[in-house]
């Protein structure tokens, strides 16, 4: 490997690293802001819940199931 091979393959790992520092700050970060998760899920599902219905129906799910997971999901 020549100096032009060493330098490119130098360059590749360090924005490779960049990147990688990245998304992990920005992980951390959006975890330490609310820090639960089941309840981040909790309130994607709920407010996106008529395509969770829709794609519980295309699975195979009947109403009296996904009554009582709309019930523990969304309460009532």
Known sequence: MGLLGA????GLVLTAA????????R??????????????????LASN??????AAARGGMDPEQLAEVRRKLLGG
Not at 7 to 10: A, V, Y
Request: net charge positive; charged share 35%.
């Open 7 to 10: 330098t490119i393959l130098l």
């Open 18 to 25: 960049v990147f990688g520092i990245a998304a992990l700050r």
């Open 27 to 44: 992980r951390t970060r959006d975890a330490g802001r609310d820090g639960n998760v089941a309840e981040a899920q909790r309130r994607f």
């Open 49 to 54: 819940w008529a395509d969770v219905e829709r």
